[in-house]
């Protein structure tokens, strides 16, 4: 019975993400129990990096369709473009409603967040790209896990 409760208490309180020691850059882990998850999951945490204090009422709505090669690449498309996204219309997300296909090649996605100039308000962490260094989504048994580098 124990068991039961620790199993249903790291379920329900898993880890998104933590950040690793990078010489230069930043390094950060990120975990999900599904892909759609780890996918949401990177994106919350290349937020929380950019930007700490957030709004959290969701205003606007943008869409987001992307193809890639591989799941790795559409991981670091998907990053990247949340980036560009950020910096090039001054939205910043803070909820994802993500579909990926069953072949990992397709991404379409509703974010929803708020106005945000970050030319104006006070970002924490300026973060150019995600990077291919060393990116290899990993499946083990509980969850789905990956190591991003953003360039900063």
């Known amino acids: 019975m124990a068991h039961c409760f620790i199993d249903n208490f790291q379920t329900i309180f898993m880890k998104k993400y933590k950040i690793l020691e ?14 759609k ?5 990177s ?15 969701d205003k606007e709505e943008r869409k987001v369709s992307l193809e890639a090669m591989d799941l790795n690449e559409l991981l670091i498309n998907w990053l ?3 980036i560009s996204i950020f910096y090039t219309y001054k939205f ?6 993500l579909d990926i296909d069953k072949n990992f090649k397709k991404l379409e996605a509703s974010i929803k967040g708020i106005k945000f100039n970050p ?6 962490t300026e973060i150019k790209a995600a990077t291919y260094c060393n990116l290899d989504i990993k499946k083990n048994k509980e969850n789905f896990e990956v190591e991003i580098v953003f360039d900063v």
């Open 80 to 82: 990247n473009e949340l």
């Open 119 to 124: 030319y104006k308000n006070k970002i924490d």
């Open 37 to 41: 998850e780890l996918f949401k999951n």
């Open 43 to 57: 994106a919350k945490a290349l937020f929380d990096l950019i930007v700490q204090n957030k709004n959290e009422e």
């Open 22 to 35: 990078h010489t230069a850059d930043i390094r950060i882990k990120i975990y999900g129990k599904t892909i």
């Open 92 to 97: 910043l997300p803070i909820k994802y409603d």
